[in-house]
């Protein structure tokens, strides 16, 4: 038998009532224009980092890239 049965825990009403509570604070903080900027923000840094990683990646291949050019 499994240590946790959870069909249990999800049939509980303090489980429900805490389900209903947290969809309905990310309801409320979706139409938030705050969060909606900060998600860009943290959408628009990723693609930096990826871009960056990629640059590194490049720069870090170049010497290797340079010898193999050379036969």
Do not use: K, Y
């Not at 209903?20 to 628009?44: E, H, I, Q």
């Amino acid at each position: 038998m499994a240590p946790f049965d959870f069909s249990s825990i999800a049939a509980q009403p303090w489980f429900q009532a805490w389900q209903r509570a947290a969809a309905d604070s990310m309801t409320a903080a979706a139409r938030d224009p705050r969060v909606m900027r900060l998600g860009a923000g943290f959408l628009r840094a990723q693609l930096l980092w990826g871009q960056a990683a990629q640059a590194a990646w490049r720069a870090a291949w170049a010497p290797v890239d340079a010898l193999n050019d050379r036969e």
